[in-house]
């Protein structure tokens, strides 16, 4: 490699150079990586499956190194998708490197492959529902990856090369490719026990436990479910029984922005130089979604204390407050992040259902046919229509936030899910560190990195930095 000048030209020029079969690695800058592999196509090369295409950093760290270094994920040269033409796509290529980890991927709300995604995320939710956690988060994966790519899969070629895909994903894939439709999928969508979980479960307050001990005594509606005598329902599950068609209908964009400034309103007025910050999947630029999760944070550290008590109570006396759940903090110090990937944060917080003026909204939201999206998929139960009011039921969950940490729970609370799961994956993984809501600590070093931003955070690990909107993951 180090001897073969030439090689090294491509940093400039890639046109120009031509090479023989014995050259194994390539290193590039500024390039993007369908150039390079229509550059190597012209070459006519017999050894393509075996290059390794690499970006300047690789080079750099052996010099440093004084020989070859091993190849890391980062030094691969990666998709470049505002370059990328569906007539322009390889069946197989040794240059298209996509991460596995959706923290190295960027994927907007353009899902060019929403046939498959869909089926994906249906199979991916029932292995959850029977905690199949292995299943679970191989299907959950390739749907992620299948959400970023900015092609539309046409033929099982186009998987060639790309990670997280396994048997059972490909199974799925080629007989929608066939088909238009997976067998797996319509079955499950006509099975009892799914569709009363998926009913039972998008009850507020109602977990997997609660749905499998309805369906065990027999019931299959919640009409069936509201009328049985020798059930005792929780403050929670009463309150997303009597809301249910409000909190089951999508939350619009306009009626977020519209909580937010009540919220904001009310916090202000509580303490001045607080901040309150939408996140959640409306800051990564969806219009709709199925509730309004706001950060909390004071620019004054210790200044927060008690100010989620006092807004609730704002509501209250308003006339707003419908359901309120707190949960206190329960980090006393501060204590290594945890390894689980899904486990919950230690901030305050509460889940509240909150009244919203419809006058208060942008738009006519008894006439939006958004709004009037129903949040669950087949199997869900019509609800009877209700008399005309002037109000809507939104969910809401407010978390107070300590300034140090802010960043960290930004990052965290934005979402999606799969981004985070991947961030966190890769932080340990990857770099020996290890993250959660509350920061970011080197194991190596023994120590916490400090970040106030979620750009410095991205740095700490070394990532591009990734917009919200890229994070739909």
Same mark, same amino acid.
Not at 155 to 181: A, H, S, W, Y
């Given at each position: 490699?180090?001897?073969?000048?030439?090689?090294?030209?491509?940093?400039?020029?890639?046109?120009?150079?031509?090479?023989?079969?014995?050259?194994?690695?390539?290193?590039? @800058?500024?390039?993007?990586?369908?150039?390079?592999?229509?550059?190597?196509?012209?070459?006519?090369?017999?050894?393509?499956?075996?290059?390794?295409?690499?970006?300047?950093?690789?080079?750099?760290?052996?010099?440093?190194?004084?020989?070859?270094?091993?190849?890391?994920?980062?030094?691969?040269?990666?998709?470049?998708?505002?370059?990328?033409?569906?007539?322009?796509?390889?069946?197989?290529?040794?240059?298209?490197?996509?991460?596995?980890?959706?923290?190295?991927?960027?994927?907007?709300?353009?899902?060019?492959?929403?046939?498959?995604?869909?089926?994906?995320?249906?199979?991916?939710?029932?292995?959850?529902?029977?905690?199949?956690?292995?299943?679970?988060?191989?299907?959950?994966?390739?749907?992620?990856?299948?959400?970023?790519?900015?092609?539309?899969?046409?033929?099982?070629?186009?998987?060639?090369?790309?990670?997280?895909? #396994?048997?059972?994903?490909?199974?799925?894939?080629?007989?929608?490719?066939?088909?238009?439709?997976?067998?797996?999928?319509?079955?499950?969508?006509?099975?009892?026990?799914?569709?009363?979980?998926?009913?039972?479960?998008?009850?507020? #307050?109602? #977990?997997?436990?609660?749905?499998?001990?309805?369906?065990?005594?027999?019931?299959?509606?919640?009409?069936?479910?509201?009328?049985?005598?020798?059930?005792?329902?929780?403050?929670?599950?009463?309150?997303?029984?009597?809301?249910?068609?409000?909190?089951?209908?999508?939350?619009?964009?306009?009626?977020?922005?519209?909580?937010?400034?009540?919220?904001?309103?009310?916090?202000? @007025?509580?303490?001045?130089?607080?901040?309150?910050?939408?996140?959640?999947?409306?800051?990564?630029?969806?219009?709709?979604?199925?509730?309004?999760?706001?950060?909390?944070?004071?620019?004054?550290?210790?200044?927060?204390?008690?100010?989620?008590?006092?807004?609730?109570?704002?509501?209250?006396?308003?006339?707003?407050?419908?359901?309120?759940?707190?949960?206190?903090?329960?980090?006393?110090?501060?204590?290594?992040?945890?390894?689980?990937?899904?486990?919950?944060?230690?901030?305050?917080?509460?889940?509240?259902?909150?009244?919203?003026?419809?006058?208060?909204?942008?738009?006519?939201?008894?006439?939006?046919?958004?709004?009037?999206?129903?949040?669950?998929?087949?199997?869900?139960?019509?609800?009877?229509?209700?008399?005309?009011?002037?109000?809507?039921?939104?969910?809401?969950?407010?978390?107070?936030?300590?300034?140090?940490?802010?960043?960290?729970?930004?990052?965290?609370?934005?979402?999606?899910?799969?981004? @985070?799961?991947?961030?966190?994956?890769?932080?340990?993984?990857?770099?020996?560190?290890?993250?959660?809501?509350?920061?970011?600590?080197?194991?190596?070093?023994?120590?916490?990195?400090?970040?106030?931003?979620?750009? @410095?955070?991205?740095?700490?690990?070394?990532?591009?930095?990734?917009?919200?909107?890229?994070?739909?993951?």
């Amino acid at each position: 490699m180090f001897q073969k000048p030439g090689v090294l030209e491509i940093l400039s020029r890639p046109g120009s150079i031509c090479f023989s079969d014995s050259v194994t690695h390539i290193v590039t @800058e500024n390039n993007s990586w369908i150039e390079i592999w229509n550059w190597i196509q012209n070459q006519k090369l017999s050894n393509t499956d075996k290059l390794k295409v690499l970006d300047i950093s690789w080079f750099t760290d052996s010099m440093g190194a004084g020989k070859p270094v091993d190849i890391e994920e980062r030094h691969k040269l990666q998709v470049q998708k505002d370059c990328l033409l569906q007539s322009e796509l390889p069946s197989a290529s040794p240059v298209a490197t996509i991460s596995q980890y959706a923290c190295k991927r960027k994927s907007t709300l353009d899902n060019r492959n929403k046939i498959f995604t869909d089926a994906l995320d249906i199979l991916a939710e029932n292995y959850e529902f029977n905690e199949n956690d292995g299943a679970f988060v191989a299907f959950s994966r390739a749907t992620s990856l299948l959400k970023s790519l900015p092609y539309t899969i046409s033929r099982m070629k186009n998987l060639e090369g790309l990670p997280c895909f #396994g048997d059972q994903t490909r199974v799925i894939i080629e007989e929608i490719l066939e088909d238009g439709v997976c067998s797996k999928v319509e079955s499950l969508l006509c099975d009892e026990r799914y569709k009363a979980r998926k009913l039972f479960t998008s009850v507020f #307050g109602v #977990g997997l436990k609660t749905a499998d001990k309805w369906y065990q005594q027999g019931f299959r509606t919640l009409e069936e479910v509201k009328a049985a005598k020798d059930l005792k329902f929780t403050k929670m599950q009463k309150a997303g029984f009597l809301y249910y068609e409000d909190i089951n209908n999508a939350v619009t964009k306009a009626e977020a922005d519209a909580m937010v400034q009540i919220i904001e309103n009310i916090v202000h @007025e509580c303490t001045p130089d607080s901040s309150v910050t939408l996140t959640g999947g409306f800051r990564r630029g969806k219009e709709i979604g199925h509730d309004v999760d706001l950060l909390i944070s004071c620019l004054e550290e210790g200044k927060e204390e008690g100010l989620l008590r006092k807004t609730v109570s704002k509501l209250d006396s308003q006339g707003l407050l419908l359901y309120c759940d707190f949960v206190e903090a329960t980090l006393e110090k501060r204590r290594l992040p945890s390894k689980k990937y899904d486990v919950m944060d230690h901030f305050q917080k509460c889940f509240l259902i909150l009244k919203l003026n419809k006058t208060l909204v942008n738009r006519d939201l008894s006439t939006s046919s958004v709004s009037a999206q129903r949040l669950t998929h087949k199997g869900a139960e019509p609800e009877e229509k209700t008399t005309i009011k002037g109000w809507k039921a939104i969910r809401v969950d407010l978390v107070t936030v300590p300034a140090q940490q802010f960043a960290y729970a930004l990052l965290g609370w934005t979402g999606s899910r799969q981004f @985070e799961r991947d961030l966190r994956r890769y932080t340990h993984h990857e770099k020996n560190m290890l993250l959660d809501n509350h920061g970011l600590y080197d194991k190596n070093k023994k120590a916490f990195l400090e970040a106030k931003t979620e750009e @410095e955070i991205f740095a700490h690990l070394d990532l591009e930095y990734i917009e919200p909107w890229e994070r739909n993951a």
